[in-house]
């Protein structure tokens, strides 16, 4: 089904000269996944602290966006640049539930939204991105189909958070696309697993 995700080739692209610039500078993938973690902590930290105030909500689309761009130069500097490793594995698929968790569970205080239905999300957020990593293990290559992966759920919240910041007055509507999002993140699930599964047979 189609994703954010699918535009990843276009926008690695535009990033290619400056994840030169960094990898001639001595930036390391690794250190780049870790500033991704610190920024969604940072982020999720100042929508918790001012969780009635908009202008934390203004910047979460920012947020969202950087973490996005450090998430693919990470990628880029590991494959491009001969810095691929173990523990870089590790970090790449931790630190995205980290910190989807981080600035996500946050929203729980926004005032109308429904705390269940953001734990919701966040839990099957990570359950799908397990469910990629999940692949490997049976020998299929790691799964990203939508419609709700990491960039889709970046895109929605991202949504959400310009919304409020700019003053649209918080409702039901939001606990609506909730809802949306969480039917969409169980469709996730089981596209990823049934692709990995289609792949095993088809070997």
């Known amino acids: 089904m189609a994703s954010v995700y699918d535009l ?3 926008f690695q692209a535009l990033l290619r000269p400056l994840v030169a610039r960094l990898a001639a500078a001595g930036v390391t993938a690794n250190q780049v996944t870790v ?8 982020g999720g930290g100042l929508i918790a602290w001012r969780p009635f105030e908009t202008w ?7 947020i969202l966006f950087l973490r996005m761009g450090l998430n693919a130069i990470d990628g880029m500097l590991a494959r491009e640049f001969g810095q691929q490793s173990k523990l870089g594995a590790i970090l790449n698929e931790l630190g995205d539930v980290v910190s989807d968790a981080a600035l996500y569970l946050p ?3 926004v005032p109308f939204v429904w705390v269940p239905l953001i734990e919701g999300v966040v839990v099957l957020a990570v359950i799908s991105e397990m469910t990629g990593v999940v692949a490997v293990q049976i020998g299929a290559r790691r799964q990203y189909q939508g419609p709700m992966g990491k960039s889709d759920r970046a895109l929605w919240f991202g ?3 310009l919304l409020l910041g700019v003053g649209v007055a918080p409702g039901d509507w ?5 809802g949306v999002m969480l039917g969409l993140l169980v469709l996730t699930v089981v596209n990823r697993a049934r ?3 289609k792949e095993i047979r088809a070997a």
């Open 195 to 197: 692709a990995a599964l």
């Open 159 to 161: 949504a959400l958070g």
């Open 8 to 10: 990843k080739p276009r």
């Open 174 to 178: 939001i606990n609506a696309l909730l």
């Open 56 to 62: 934390p909500l203004l910047l979460l689309p920012l």
């Open 107 to 109: 929203l729980a205080w």
């Open 35 to 42: 500033a991704a973690v610190v920024l969604s902590i940072l």
